[in-house]
């Protein structure tokens, strides 16, 4: 076996045992680290140049640290599969009874390894558990779960129905009841965070009239659509650009044409002031023919229970 092989395939990292089984004796690893031509990253872990320490250099050095069977796991594992950042503190998982420690990282201990996963050399976790993991630190936001839920779904990386499946195997998990009511709308067509909170902020927390997701309208296809009304809205979440301009006002034209009235809204609607937007949408569904008329969501909400175009010079 030849070292540098082994190095090139693990980000430039071997370990002492790698060493010596390509023929290195311990005295020419200790000369090279000595000579400033290696350096140490972990206990008989080395980077086998002198040069800038990467992300796959720290990854590799940590999970070949943690010894045989470990797993980089949680956000360790999105970085993996491309999903997250680089973490600032890598996780591992390792069997139950390994007892040792390696800096920068947490090691998480289980007696239920699951199966590895080799995503460009890494060992890892499937992805669709990364997120269940990540989902049930302490401190994990839910809208940060959702986005990611929607990102790792809508890139066709997983499906909701495997995160569901993991979801299931763990009963004391602390985000249980939110993420499977998320995963369910991601099954349903959900695939971003604006258009979470559209769905739930403004359509159901005012009781409108139900919008079908993902639907198929001619040509085009809308964010939301309630067929009964002829009215569908597009919601431009936070990665929307220029690029998508020219295409998405084609779509509204076409709809237009076929009588389909477009309401386009974006992230800041939904975010900062839902019930105004429910307002306008609830106003536009009763000029369609709707007959109900929408509920304040809470005491402070500004929504009313009658149409704006109905209301008299009083109430202005």
């Known amino acids: 076996m030849d070292w540098k092989r082994v190095a090139r395939w693990q980000g430039g990292v071997v370990t002492l045992q790698q060493a010596l089984r390509a023929g290195l004796t311990p005295g020419a690893v200790r000369a090279r680290l000595q000579a400033g031509k290696w350096q140490r990253l972990h206990r008989g872990v080395y980077l086998t140049h002198s040069g800038p320490v990467g992300d796959d250099a720290v990854a590799w050095a940590v999970l070949l640290a943690a010894g045989e069977d470990a797993l980089l796991s949680h956000g360790s594992a999105l970085w993996v599969w491309g999903v997250g950042p680089p973490p600032t503190q890598w996780t591992v998982l390792v069997p139950h009874d390994r007892r040792r420690r390696v800096d920068g990282a947490v090691l998480v201990r289980t007696r239920d390894l699951p199966r ?11 992805l669709h558990r990364a997120v269940v993991d990540v989902a049930d630190v302490p401190g994990a936001a839910v809208d940060d779960v959702i986005a990611l839920a929607a990102k790792v779904c809508q890139k066709g990386f997983t499906t909701p129905e495997r995160i569901i499946e993991e979801l299931a195997s763990r009963r004391g998990h602390r985000m249980r009841r939110p993420l499977r009511l998320i ?16 769905l739930h ?19 085009t296809r809308a964010d939301f659509a309630n067929k ?19 295409s998405d006002r084609r779509r509204d034209r ?11 809204a974006t992230w800041w609607d939904v975010e900062d002031d839902p019930c105004d937007l429910a307002q306008d949408l609830a106003d536009t569904l009763r000029g369609r023919g ?20 109905a209301a008299g010079p009083e109430s202005q």
């Open 290 to 309: 709707w007959t109900g008329t929408p509920i304040p969501c809470s005491r402070t909400c500004g929504v009313r229970a009658i149409p704006r175009a």
């Open 116 to 126: 590895a996963r080799s995503v460009n050399g890494y060992r890892t976790t499937s």
């Open 254 to 264: 076409k709809s237009s044409a076929r009588g389909v009235l477009t309401v386009r």
């Open 201 to 219: 902020g403004v359509v159901r927390a005012h009781e409108l009239p139900p919008f079908a997701m993902q639907v198929i309208m001619g040509q």
């Open 183 to 198: 995963l369910g709308d991601l099954t349903d067509g959900l695939e971003s965070l604006a258009e979470h909170r559209f």
């Open 228 to 246: 009964q009304f002829a009215v569908s809205a597009e919601i431009d979440g936070l990665a929307f650009h220029a690029g998508a301009f020219r």
